[in-house]
């Protein structure tokens, strides 16, 4: 069985294809398991509906949600005496996907449960050390190590099960990702008489997702309640103030389901204070007022893909992920672009499904995508003490792609030579080493032959392959190969 994986800032899926078409393996009720975890230490660790369900009132404490978010700052979460890493945390909530894909799957005969390898999505713009994470954690979040075959973008998973409903010639695509986290966007060609069926034209993303709409719609509430309830939450106890919080918060999530609904202009919510109900009431234009501003910064980054491609003449928007059933993206989107056609698509789906065709692809050497940044070598320019980045991998290049970059040691008989590699949205061959708009994001160790003079020539390679992770290799003017390690710098 091959899998696709899509890990959500709100919830999570796994996939496959069954009887040549994809198949959310979970049960019939359920299109998702909530990205939550729990821990106390009376139930330990409790993941997806059990964890929403145990993280309230005095509990809330010990609840995490969107850890998905949390990943590139490396957060450290302490639940009920015990810390938890953001990788322990997103570790848990694959294994619970990997064990409800194989539980679903003994329930049909022609579905092997041996997982033989996954496709993870990711947004469109997760850095290196973000992907490696995610990877890492798939790999060892069950008993025998799981392959992860490739790493797919988001908003190109879900063009892949657009596409999949009917491959057309020449068809470009752009497909507008309104996740709980991030806004995802890729233009996308197909092409079925090409090699390369599927062609990333562009994409790109802004951290603005779901979630930002459910803050603004519970600050409301809270500042409502606050008022009339004549107390203020900042002055509350951790315990009784992260309680009211989680209550809060999960109304104002069923109010903006609830105002998604076209035929549906009001909302009551009701939140249980001491005993005491509380009520506000909230309109669709009101909600769209709060959250207008978060709308079109989506809409930036949607426009910024399609004025870059202005040569290329675009067929339909599709519009995918659980945000996408607002009614206010297809109400603006509609304005923003007169001339060309909308479509809503499986927003809860599509990238799972996606992912899981990717998966089953004969070759994945059909998706030919582009690099989201540019992967670059410190080094120091020759006779002088002047330190430069020069970019080996540049943004926009097409993937999966190798590059080389020749060294030399500084000295005669150095052991090893090391250099650090820096992720950059920067295009230019070499920039100053000062450029703050750098990440570091890992070092590599070149173990040298004995005796090497300082004139010896290393030929090091950086390759991006299709599992989304850099990889490195490297040989001596000889041609055999040297010792290369690539530590990924963890988060």
């Given at each position: 069985m091959y899998l696709g994986l899509d890990f959500g800032t709100s919830f999570s899926q796994p996939a496959t294809i069954f009887l040549d078409n994809p198949k959310l393996l979970l049960e019939h009720a359920e299109y998702g398991i909530p990205s939550a975890f729990y821990y106390d230490r009376e139930y330990e660790i409790l993941v997806g509906q059990e964890a929403l369900d145990a993280?309230?009132?005095?509990?809330?404490?010990?609840?995490?949600?969107?850890?998905?978010?949390?990943?590139?700052?490396?957060k450290q979460f302490y639940l009920d005496g015990r810390n938890f890493s953001t990788k322990d945390i997103v570790k848990e909530i694959y294994k619970s996907l990997i064990s409800k894909a194989i539980q679903v799957a003994k329930k049909e005969a022609n579905i092997n449960t041996n997982i033989e390898g996954v496709v993870i999505s990711v947004p469109a713009k997760f850095g290196m050390q973000e992907c490696y994470l995610l990877k890492e954690a798939v790999e060892n979040c069950w008993d025998t190590k799981i392959p992860v075959m490739a790493i797919i973008k988001e908003p190109v998973a879900a063009a892949l099960a657009y596409y999949n409903t009917g491959l057309e010639d020449d068809k470009h695509i752009l497909v507008y990702d309104l996740g709980g986290g991030t806004c995802d966007v890729a233009l996308v060609r197909s092409d079925s008489s090409a090699a390369e069926h599927y062609t990333v034209i562009d994409s790109d993303m802004v951290r603005i997702g779901g979630r930002l709409w459910d803050e603004k719609l519970a600050s409301y509430i809270t500042q409502d309640i606050e008022k009339k309830a004549?107390?203020?939450?900042?002055?509350?106890?951790e315990e009784t103030r992260c309680g009211y919080e989680e209550?809060?918060?999960?109304?104002?999530?069923?109010?903006?389901?609830?105002?998604?609904d076209p035929d549906k202009e009001k909302t009551m919510i009701r939140v249980e204070l001491n005993g005491r109900i509380y009520t506000t009431s909230v309109t669709k234009s009101l909600f769209d007022e709060l959250t207008i501003s978060l709308l079109l910064q989506t809409f930036e980054c949607l426009e910024n893909v399609y004025s870059r491609n202005s040569n290329v003449?675009?067929?339909?928007?599709?519009?995918?992920?659980?945000?996408?059933?607002m009614r206010q993206v297809r109400e603006r989107l509609s304005e923003h672009f007169p001339g060309c056609e909308i479509k809503i698509f499986e927003p809860e789906l599509a990238v799972v499904n996606g992912a899981a065709i990717y998966a089953n692809m004969p070759r994945q050497s059909a998706l030919i995508d582009r690099?989201?940044?540019?992967?670059?070598?410190?080094?120091?320019i020759k006779y002088t003490d002047n330190q430069i980045v020069s970019n080996?991998?540049?943004?926009?290049?097409?993937?999966?792609?190798?590059?080389?970059?020749?060294?030399?040691?500084?000295?005669?008989?150095?052991?090893?030579?090391?250099?650090?590699?820096?992720?950059?949205?920067?295009?230019?061959?070499?920039?100053?080493?000062?450029?703050?708009?750098?990440?570091?994001i890992g070092n590599v160790t070149l173990k040298l032959p004995p005796h090497s003079p300082n004139t010896l020539d290393l030929t090091c390679q950086l390759k991006l392959s299709n599992n989304g992770i850099l990889e490195v290799e490297a040989t001596?003017?000889?041609?055999?190969?040297?010792?290369?390690?690539?530590?990924?710098?963890?988060l």
């Open positions: 993280g309230q009132g005095n509990q809330a404490k010990n609840l995490v949600r969107e850890v998905k978010m949390d990943i590139i700052d490396g004549g107390i203020n939450f900042r002055d509350l106890d209550k809060i918060r999960r109304e104002a999530i069923k109010a903006k389901h609830a105002l998604s003449s675009i067929d339909e928007i599709i519009c995918v992920g659980g945000s996408s059933n690099v989201s940044f540019s992967y670059g070598t410190d080094s120091f080996i991998i540049k943004q926009g290049d097409e993937f999966p792609i190798t590059r080389e970059k020749h060294y030399s040691p500084r000295h005669d008989n150095q052991e090893t030579v090391c250099f650090n590699i820096y992720e950059s949205e920067i295009v230019e061959e070499e920039y100053p080493f000062s450029e703050p708009n750098k990440r570091f001596e003017p000889s041609g055999h190969r040297i010792e290369a390690t690539f530590d990924i710098k963890s």
